[in-house]
């Protein structure tokens, strides 16, 4: 094939969903009592972020005290369905993740002084991380 017909080829699998490979693992949400456990572990491993930078996230967006448990489990106090924890983590996904320049989810979260940057392993850009509150 040529280079044309490759390029056409890929931007065909692009727009058509063919060549989307980011599945996410699925989350564990348990309720006990006032307490929502999420077991998250999988996921994180998966997208390559530190626990403690999503659960300031989802503690902020849930606008819910929390912590970390001994089991690298996220414990936010009250009660949250599976849904809408499974919401914030695809906001969090969309907006520390995915490439804000080419959409690819292979990017990592580094540190640089003090600040945290994201940098996309597909096209190489580098962006600030938004500080989590």
């Known amino acids: 094939m040529e280079y044309e ?7 065909n699998e692009k727009k058509s969903g ?3 490979r980011f599945e996410p693992p699925e989350i564990d949400v348990i309720q006990q009592g006032q307490k929502t456990i999420i077991n998250a572990d999988k996921l ?3 997208i390559n972020r530190p626990m403690t930078h ?4 989802l503690m902020h967006e849930l606008t819910a005290p929390g912590q970390i448990d001994e089991n690298s ?18 906001q969090y996904i969309k ?3 995915i ?7 292979d990017t990592k979260m580094e540190k640089v002084d003090k600040n945290d ?5 597909g096209c190489g850009a580098e962006y600030p991380v938004g500080r989590v509150r």
Do not use: A, H, W
């Open 73 to 90: 489990r996220i414990i936010i106090g009250g009660k949250f369905s599976r849904r809408v924890v499974q919401e914030k983590i695809n």
């Open 54 to 57: 999503l659960s300031k996230f």
């Open 44 to 46: 994180m491993k998966y």
């Open 5 to 11: 017909e490759l390029m056409k080829k890929i931007t």
């Open 99 to 105: 490439c804000k320049q080419c959409g690819s989810p």
């Open 18 to 20: 063919k060549g989307d």
């Open 95 to 97: 907006e520390y993740v």
């Open 117 to 121: 940057i994201i940098r996309c392993l």
